[in-house]
């Protein structure tokens, strides 16, 4: 039975999700439009679960943690999603824009 | 077989990584929020690849079935007409280019190219590793997971109730807001007035004045 784990090494997998985080790491900072952000946050949410995963496959695979916190991090990502669309809605609601920069009310 | 495998991993990568890029540069949001979400399913297909089948199902109900439905809807409500033509980077981007760059190219890189892993040795010959799949995590979920899982759903009903809250708005407060449809008319009426609508606009506004 082939599987992954002879035919891709490790460390591509990781530097796969590596480069996926700092694409959005990228996204989350160089974007004006919040909705923007919450892609580039997701993005990275992404990467960190194909890490857990490998890990999982290439470590541990007779063990259940890494799928299982691979799947609390999915929950979380879902539970923040929604939450910070609602906040976007709400500042559009207020200020009519979605513009990070010109939400500046807490800025000393 | 072995090289199916790597081709297709290779495959599966680059879509990646080029859906993702595509995600943080381009101009049009509804355009990033697709691209976002194609990546999303190439990531469920490396799960599969990964023998991960319950996380690959879960990847494509919860990311590309909810969580992209709530991020085109949010994106629908809150559009401008102004942000398509305005640029969509912050005006010193490279800074936030330079960052993740050094952190890929100087932290994440290195590590993981000159770690050595404790990898479990191969399965002998005719015989598989033993994997856990979809029944174990079931079991483990109603087992030695039992409270984490219950605070997930507390965490989720929290979520819920939170972004009804957040997102209400209540019915004295409201006012009016226009449609996409309603500020291009506006805009046209504002940047070329045609006799007839001024013409009627003059004498609507006459008639509030009176």
Known sequence: MPSMTEAVPLSWVLLLAGALFCIGLFGALSRRNTVGILLGIELMLNAVNINLVAFWRYLEPNVVAGQTFALFVVTVAAAEAAVGLAMIIAIYRSRQTVNADEVDSLRG | ?210
Do not use: C
């Open chain 2, 1 to 210: 077989m072995n090289t199916f495998i790597t081709i297709l991993f290779v495959v599966f990568a680059v879509y990646i990584l080029v859906a993702a890029i595509m995600t943080v540069t381009v101009k049009n949001i509804v355009h990033a929020a697709l691209w976002l979400i194609s990546s999303f399913f190439t990531v469920g297909a490396l799960y599969l690849l990964m023998e991960a089948e319950f996380i690959g199902v879960a990847q494509v109900l919860i990311y590309v079935g909810a969580v992209s439905i709530l991020i085109l809807f949010a994106i629908m409500l809150t559009r401008d007409l102004e942000g398509t033509q305005n640029r969509q980077m912050t005006p010193r981007w490279w800074i936030a280019l330079i960052v993740p760059a050094a952190l890929f190219g100087l932290l994440i890189t290195p590590t993981v190219l000159t770690y050595q892993w404790q990898l479990p040795p191969p399965a002998p010959a005719g015989q598989s590793t033993p994997i856990a799949g979809a029944a174990q995590i079931g079991t483990a979920f109603v087992r030695e997971y039992l409270l984490p899982f219950q605070v997930a759903s507390v965490l989720l009903t929290v979520a819920l109730i939170g972004a009804v809250v957040i997102a209400f708005e209540e019915r004295e407060r409201r006012r009016y807001v226009p449609t996409l449809a309603e500020k291009v008319r506006q805009q046209q009426r504002v940047r070329r007035p045609d006799p007839a609508a001024s013409a009627m606009q003059s004498s609507e506004t006459a008639g509030s004045e009176t």
